[in-house]
């Protein structure tokens, strides 16, 4: 008998309990006393973009439903009258606009046609604006490469969560050209350019998976190459310091063979120069240049200093410009930037010291201009 008390206290015990958690389930529909609830805003999604959002929720087939109220702040909300097409369970989408931009909470219920309220459902989602925008990033144009009047190669950098670029600039008909540069194009070749002319671009991001707006940066403006990478295949070496060809092939002629693997090293089998060291370049015709790229031996750190000299006879000559490297394989090649066109015919590289003294070698040199 004691047994069976025991087992009616603990059986009394254990209902009033799960009564009591089975309140706390209904304790919002309970606090809101007697009420008749419609069927809630369910499966609610915000899909952000520009000051605005896509909300989307999906509706139950109640066929009273009259309209959805959906606030993202104390005093702002708005009311959308549900439309169906059927009076099965469907999605409804309305769009909200003039949202500040920062992380919101959106709560939306439906309302019927008797003025019943269904419960509140709640989901937080960030929108983009001004903000977002200050701080994006511009993709950059690691080097442009004029090959000739009608020859423009572009290298644009890497850039991460970029979704591509938008560029613009007018042609050689006076015509103005879009182009749409994807996130996985590296190199972008133009043949209709304007030597000079004026380009701009935007780049391009989508903050999240389906943000309904895609946002760009302000415009970036600069300007094509005034010049272009001359033709060395006529150019002759027409004096020389030195060269050694006995005990390595490295003539003066490998600087303007547009083979960076080759090189011209001075004489060294045979006898050992002293500093300075120079080769004398016919361009065979009057160039315009605008600059001269220096670049060493691959892999070798000899070259230390090196000017380069220029004449329209070959007799008098003009300094335009040094450039001194590092004790290092890299940076490969240095550029002298002429302040405006220079007329010239004949070019002279001249090496005055070493970081192996009196030896040293030079691969290429690059020249960008004009013909005339």
């Known amino acids: 008998m004691e047994k069976i008390k025991i087992l ?19 304790q919002e529909y309970l606090d809101r006393g007697e009420s008749i609830y419609i069927g809630i805003a369910d499966s609610l999604t915000i899909i952000p973009g520009n000051h605005r959002a896509k909300i989307r929720w999906k509706l139950d087939a109640d066929p009273k439903l009259k309209d959805c109220v959906i606030s993202w702040s104390d005093s702002d909300s708005a009311v959308f009258e549900i439309t169906r097409t059927s009076f099965d369970p ?3 989408e309305v769009e909200v606009s003039n949202l500040p931009e920062g992380s919101l ?16 459902k709640e989901k937080s989602q960030k929108i983009y604006g001004e903000k977002y925008i200050q701080n994006l990033s511009f993709r950059k144009v690691s080097s442009i490469d004029v090959y000739n009047p009608n020859r423009l190669v572009m290298n644009w950098s890497a850039m991460e969560n970029s979704v591509g670029v938008n560029f613009h600039y007018i042609n050689i008909n006076n015509k103005k050209v879009d182009l749409f540069i994807a996130p996985n194009e590296t190199e972008v070749t133009l043949t209709d350019f304007v030597m000079g002319g004026e380009y701009s671009y935007e780049t391009l991001y989508v903050p999240v998976v389906n943000c309904i ?3 760009s940066t302000v415009s970036k403006v600069d300007n094509f190459p005034d010049s272009y990478i001359l033709d060395k295949s006529t150019w002759k070496v027409i004096d020389l310091s030195s060269e050694e060809t006995a005990s390595e092939n490295s003539p003066a002629i490998n600087i303007i063979d547009n083979d960076p693997n080759t090189y011209w090293h001075n004489v060294w089998s045979s006898e050992t120069p002293i500093l300075p060291h120079f080769i004398t370049v016919d361009m065979q015709t009057v160039k315009k240049l605008k600059s001269i790229t220096i670049a060493k031996r691959l892999g070798n750190t000899d ?10 006879d070959n007799i008098n000559w003009k300094k335009v410009g040094e450039v001194e490297f590092i004790q290092s394989a890299d940076p490969n ?4 930037s002429l302040l405006d066109f220079v007329e010239a015919r004949y070019l002279k590289l001249v090496i005055t010291e070493s970081y192996r003294t009196p030896h040293t070698s030079v691969s290429e040199i690059y020249v960008t201009g004009l013909d005339q």
């Open 333 to 336: 090649s240095d550029v002298i």
């Open 105 to 120: 909470i959106f709560t939306a219920y439906t309302r019927d046609i008797y003025g019943n309220c269904s419960l509140k």
């Open 90 to 92: 469907e999605w409804m």
């Open 213 to 215: 707006d895609t946002f």
């Open 8 to 26: 009616g206290i603990l059986l009394f015990a254990y209902l009033f309990t799960a009564c009591g958690d089975m309140n706390s389930v209904y």
């Open 303 to 312: 070259l230390k200093k090196a000017h380069i000299e220029l004449s329209m």
